[in-house]
Each structure stands twice: as C-alpha cells, then as structure tokens.
C-alpha cells in the first residue's frame, strides 16, 4: 500500500510542475520527426524501386521504418530520462522532505519502488504516444506486429536501466543538475563502450561489448527476443535499485 | 610526525596509481615502473603503521562495522549479478517473432552445428566500418550458441596485416573455416555459404559432379544465352567439382562420380555408353538427365527401363502466353511434395519441354514420383506438323491434356550383386569408409524433360536455379545443402500522396506536441494563477 501513496504522489509531482509537460512535447516532436523523415525516405526509395523493378530490394516497413524508429526513440529516451528522474531523491535532500519521509513508517525500499513505477509509467506513457506513429504506419502498410512488440519490450526494459541509473544518481547528490548529467554521462559512456572493441583486444572486448547498454537492444529492435538481452537489463535495474537502497541506507549509519 | 604520516598515505597512493598507468603504457620499463609502485606500497604500509591507533578506533565504531557490512553484500550482489550473466550469455535462448522467422537459422544448419564432433574456428575478415560486418557478427553468433565446438572471431584485416596475410585475404568478408589440418575460404558470411562450408569441411574427399558430353550436350563453358556457364558456376558454388566425361573413351562413369548429369544431348549414345550407364545405375549411382523433345531417343528407351515415360511431344502453355512468354514456355507452378521442392513456393519456367511421367505398372524395386506439373491450361502436343505450322490447338484424343508433367525422380534398387560390377572393390571400400554400404546402393535419377530452364538465360527466373540446385544436392544425398535459401522480409512498399505526406508531417510533428505544449501550460499557468 504504501508503495501505491508513494507512486500516487511522485505522478501527481510530475504533472504539478511542466517536467512531464516539457518531456513529452519534446518526446512527441523528436519522435514524430524522427518517424515522418524514416516514412518520407521509405517511401522515395519505394517509388524508385517501383520505376526500377530490376532494383530488386526488399521494401518491408517493418526493416526500414520501425527498427530505425526504435533505435532513435532509444537515443530520445536516453537524452530525456535522466530528466525525469533527477529530481526523486536529489530535491527531497536538498529541501529535507526525505528527512520527514524516513519518519514515516515506510521502508526504503518501497520508497524506491514508488518512485521507481512512477518514473515508469511516465516512460510507458511516452511509448504510448510514439504508437501514434505506428498507428498510422498501420494504415499506409501490413506490419510485422511480432516485430513491434519485441521491439517495444525490449524499449521497456531499456527505459527500466536507465530508470534505475537516473534513480541511483538522484540518491547520491541533492543537486538535481549533478544528478542529471551524471546519470547521463555514465548511460552515454555505457552506450558507446562498445565502439572500442577492437582496439581492447580478444579478452576484454567481448566484455566491454557485453557492457553496452546498447548492443543488447539490437535484437529486440529486429524482432527477436534473446534471453541474455532481458537477463542483461533485468540485471541492470536490479544492480541499479540495490545501490540506490545502499545509497539511502547510509544516510542512517553515516548519520 | 604525525604531519608526515598525513603526506604518506595520499602519495603513497598516487605513486601506486601512476606506477600503474606508467607500466601499462610503457611494459618495457618494468624496473622502474616496479620500483615505483614498491615505494607507493611502502609508503602506505608506513601510514597505515604509524596510524595503527586511529585505525583500530575507526575500525571498533559502529557506523564503520555497518559500513563495512554493506561493503561486503555489495560485492556479495555484484559477484552474483556477474554469475548471473556469464552464465546467461553463455546459454541463450531466443524467439524469433519476425514474419517468415527469418533470424531463425535453418532446421538443416542446427542439425549440421549441433552436430559438430570436432572443434570449428571461424575467423571472419571484416573492417571496422564495414556495413556487412554486424549482421555477419550476429549469425556468427547464432551458430556458436548451438555449439560450445564453434568458435569465431571477426578480425580487421587492416589492424592485423600478419593474419590477413596467413590466410591470404584479399576481399573483405572473407572468412576462414577451419578444422586441424583442413580450411574452407567463403567469400560472404550468409547462412548456406556458411553451412555448405561447414558440410565441405566435416565432408572427406572430394565430390564430382560429371557432365556427359560427346552428343551435343550443353557447354559447360559457354556463357552465351543457351551455355550452362552460370549452372556451373552455381553447383561449384554449392562446394562440388564440375567435370567434363567422355564415356566414349572411359568406357565407364568413373568411381569419384558423385552423379552424371546428361544435359539436353542432341544425338543418340553408344550402345556401349548404354550399358556404362546401366552399370552405374546399378552400382547405385545417381543420375540427372534433361531431355530436350525429339532428341535422343534411346535414352527415352533408357530411363523407361527405370519406370519413367518420356513422351513425344512438346508442351504447350496457352497461361505463358498471358505472362509474356511463348506457348511453348510452359510454367510449372504445382509441386510434389519431396525433399528437392520442399518449402517451394516459385514458379519454374520449362522453355521447350517434353512431358516425364511415372510408368505405370512400375518395374520392380523401382519407386517413382511426380515433382511438378503445368497448369490446367497446358496440354502435350503430339503432332509435330502442327508445331512446324506454328498452329496449336488441342486435339482431343490425340493431344495429352494437362496439368502435364514435366519432371520425376526415381530411387532404385541396386540389384546387382558386388562380383558382377565392375570396380566393385574400390566402391566397397568407399561404402565401408562411409558406414552406410547399404544407402549408397540406391540409385537415384532425376528427369526433366527439359534442359533450357538451367541455361544461362533461364537459371535465374523464378525458381529455376532452386530446382536446378536442390535436384543436384539431392542426388548428392547431402539434403543439408538444400532448403538453406537466405529470407527476406517481405515486400511491403509504401508510396505516399502529397497529401498524405503533409498529413503524416502536421499530425505527427505539429498537432500532438502542440497539444501536449498547450494542455501543459495551461494547466501549470492555471495552478499558478489558483495559488
């Protein structure tokens, strides 16, 4: 129950102040361009295969449209969740609310779990708007739908790491800024830590490849879902929530 | 003292550190690097002695034994989470939901990986940059998660010049399969290469495809309209050895045979050629034979020994003509079902064909079954006055209405004992190195009674080649090869109108935002001007 009065108040913060406003306007144009530039590109291309038969590409929407649409919403999401989650921990310790929070009798950990669902259904309804794409997508060409939910998944696990790294930045700093860049500096560092993998050499870039927060979407984004991605990002959550509980607690033993 | 004590400790660390990065950087100046870190370590160790005291009463108050506690179940936490993932990557399971499943490899490359009794190393060429290298990687990968005995590796061939060079890559993309003592080049990592490269390397000895010549047979290497140049190149694509036979001057198909293919032959064999033939048969050879109409009459004498009728006649296809072609380009769009069109959707396109159909009663030891026939539209012509006039019309009663057939396959069982063939040494021994003596005494034939749909002009329509190819692999007795055609997402083109190209743009990248822009300020200038 109380995980329920923690999540009811961190939704209605976000619509109190224009956090949840600015995020999905910004979301909805980014996406909306995103996906109007990949249907406008699909469409030259099919008009020129259409006067050169002999071109003899594959034309499926699902390949061209949806897969690169959800490998640019990924990126969007990475700009935009360490905004939305910035502000959990990091203004509840700079005005001292956590303080009265810990007095109540509410264990860390649904604390975190609140705030954690609430972040989420924030990033779910952002999915939602960008089916308004796939919607109408839907009426233009036959879709791979098994294509679509994969990839949607594995959005949603996605969003969940970089909710819990947004998470564990916000209990580590009452800076709300520093909290923001932080968790995105290391979600960008996570992203691109895979692009060294050949210079690491044969022990440690598989491993380095294995970190990439971004490798491990490219099979959902093509349709497939592979049991390693899901371990992999469940895995990170989890280890995300684990320190930010750690994080919390110290607050009671560091005094 | 105590000064020099609080100097210690952070530059015993920093010398720790920086010994570190320097020996990283610079392997060869262990000495000095080493003497570096050794005076970081004593400088600490000097701190942390001269420290003892604070240290034991940091180390006795309560916040630090909790501290220290939460240290240890983090790291208790990370080694499992790390567990947890070694093992996950290392078992993977997937669910392809793409339509068709088309990043699912094939049931015939599962059976070949998972099959695997000796170690595979896979060294795949590829640059950094390289489009091609990803989608190569991930099927690469998809192979090594059925089996712990493939290995691979994808090698920038311009960062490793000394690998590149061993192996003798020139292209990239090239990739090397290799078992001890054995190598396989591919040029492009797609699954059949992939699969065919695996079954050549596991496969012992070499495997020859003979092509009968001395009566008019389609050249091997003319690459003109009618040659068979491409046909060729495409069986020695599938990993065989394409060679030319005089059964003239052999006097018999040689023990290496892995078939003969006698294709569209203009005049008649030699009796002795005949009888090699029937040898070959018996000793459970395998035989791919495409008879052009009114050529080669005893050959049509020949294969009716083995239960197939090959009539005198040519097809004709009133539907071919809708599509473009001639009457006499009969289309075969109706398969049986077989291992050769298994899963065969395409069209096959018979230019100038005669029909193959199954005797009946069938002679014994002898199985024969249809593989595709023409439309309903289609019919045999018999009268050959009529072809030369150009007039066709169906002639009830004399004319075979269709659907027609235009190509059988035959097993047969050998019935002639070990003493009576000729070279039967060296094929039992052969039979008894592959372990499967029994098997290889069935004879296989494959008729069509055409030879044009494999021609330079023809291979590549529709699914010529595929029936081309899957009739040679089968005759190979290597199904594997079969079936392991690359998939592609379906066709699904959009073209927009102006209109609703500029519906897509205000929708999508004007309306909704506005709206979110619009509700959002209201509602906050509301709560503002509430407040």
């Known amino acids: 129950m109380n995980v329920l009065a923690i999540f009811k108040r961190e939704w209605r913060a976000y619509f109190a102040s224009p956090i949840a406003y600015v995020i999905f306007t910004i979301f909805a144009l980014i996406s909306g361009y995103f996906f109007y530039g990949l249907l406008t590109f699909f469409s030259l291309s099919s008009l020129q295969a259409a006067m050169n038969p002999t071109f003899g590409r594959s034309l499926n929407a699902s390949e061209w449209i949806v897969r690169p649409l959800f490998r640019d919403i990924a990126i969007t999401m990475l700009l935009l969740m360490p905004a939305a989650t910035m502000r959990l921990f990091s203004e509840e310790k700079k005005s001292g609310t956590i303080e ?22 924030l990033y779910s309804v952002m999915l939602g708007i960008s089916l308004l794409d796939i919607a109408l997508l839907s009426f233009f060409a036959t879709l791979e739908w098994g294509l679509i939910f994969s990839g949607y998944l594995g959005l949603l696990l996605l969003g969940m790491a970089f909710l819990g790294l947004g998470l564990l930045a916000s209990s580590l700093t009452e800076n709300q800024v520093v909290a923001a860049v932080g968790a995105f500096g290391v979600l960008l560092l996570l992203w691109v830590i895979g692009w060294t993998t050949e210079a690491a050499g044969p022990t440690l870039g598989p491993i380095l490849s294995h970190l990439s927060i971004i490798n491990h979407y490219d099979s959902f984004a093509k349709g497939t879902i592979e049991s390693r991605d899901v371990i992999f990002y469940l895995n990170f959550t989890l280890l995300c929530l684990f320190l930010t509980l750690r994080s919390l607690e110290s607050k009671r033993w560091r005094g | 003292m105590d000064k020099l004590t609080r100097l210690a400790l952070p530059s015993g660390l920093i010398l720790l550190v920086a010994g570190g990065i320097a020996y990283n950087i610079r392997p060869d100046l262990k000495a000095w690097t080493g003497g570096v870190l050794l005076l970081g370590a004593i400088l600490i160790l000097l701190s942390v002695y001269r420290a003892f005291g604070t240290i034991t009463l940091w180390l006795n108050r309560r916040s630090t034994k909790t501290g220290l506690n939460v240290g240890l179940m983090t790291i208790l936490v990370l080694g499992i989470i790390g ?41 795949a060429f590829f640059r950094a940059d390289q489009a091609e290298r990803r989608p190569a990687e991930e099927l690469l990968r998809q192979y090594a998660d059925l089996s712990p005995r493939f290995r691979f590796e994808v090698v920038d061939p311009d960062r490793n010049p000394g690998k590149a060079k061993r192996y003798g890559i020139a292209t990239y993309g090239t990739t090397i399969l290799e078992m001890p003592e054995k190598e396989e080049k591919i040029p492009e990592v797609d699954e059949e290469r992939l699969t065919n490269g695996l079954l050549k390397l596991l496969r012992e000895g070499p495997r020859i495809v003979y092509f009968l010549k001395g009566h008019g047979e389609n050249e091997l290497e003319d690459g003109s309209r009618n040659g068979y140049r491409q046909a060729k190149e495409a069986i020695e694509k599938a990993n065989y050895q394409v060679k030319e036979l005089l059964l003239l001057r052999e006097r018999e198909v040689p023990q290496d045979a892995a078939m003969l293919v006698i294709s569209g032959p203009k005049r008649d064999l030699a009796e002795s050629e005949l009888q090699a033939l029937d040898l070959f048969v018996q000793r459970g050879g395998k035989l791919l ?11 049509k004498a020949f294969v009716a020994r083995y239960g197939i009728t090959v009539g005198d006649d040519v097809i004709v296809d009133q539907y071919a003509r809708t599509m473009g072609g001639d009457y006499l380009m009969p289309i075969v769009s109706t398969y049986y079902p077989h291992a050769i069109t298994h899963n065969f959707t395409l069209a096959s396109l018979f230019p100038f064909a005669r029909s193959v159909d199954v005797a009946r009663p069938l002679p014994e030891g002898v199985t024969v079954q249809k593989l595709g026939e023409t439309g309903p539209g289609s019919w045999a012509e018999t009268d050959k006055g009529e072809l030369n006039r150009g007039q066709l019309s169906f002639e009830q009663g004399q004319d075979r209405p269709g659907p027609v057939p235009v190509g059988v396959i035959a097993t047969v069982q050998g019935a002639q004992t070990d003493a009576a063939a000729s070279g039967t040494h060296t094929a039992e021994k052969a039979g008894q190195e592959q372990g499967a003596q029994t098997q290889s005494r069935i004879a296989r034939l494959v008729v069509y009674g055409n030879s044009g749909f494999a021609s330079n002009n023809f291979l590549h329509f529709s699914g010529n080649r595929d029936l081309f190819l899957n009739s040679i692999s089968w005759l190979a007795e290597e199904e594997a090869m079969i079936a392991i055609r690359p998939q592609e997402a379906g066709t699904t083109p959009i073209i927009l109108s102006a209109t609703q190209g500029r519906m897509a743009f205000w929708m999508l990248v004007v309306v909704v935002p506005g709206l979110f822009l619009i509700s959002g300020t209201s509602i906050v200038m509301g709560r503002k001007r509430s407040r």
Do not use: C, M
Not at chain 1, 100 to 121: H, N, Q, T, V
Not at chain 2, 85 to 102: K, M, V, W
């Open chain 2, 83 to 123: 567990l947890v993932e070694i093992i996950s990557a290392r078992h993977n399971t997937r669910f392809d939901l793409t339509a068709g499943r088309r990043y699912t490899l094939a049931d015939q490359t599962r059976k070949v990986v998972k099959g695997l009794t000796k170690d595979v190393q896979v060294t």
């Open chain 1, 100 to 121: 009265l929070l810990f007095s109540y009798p509410i264990r860390d950990w649904e604390l975190l779990l609140g705030k954690f669902l609430a972040a989420l259904a």
């Open chain 2, 289 to 299: 034979i495409q008879l052009d109409p009114y050529a080669a009459p005893n050959l």
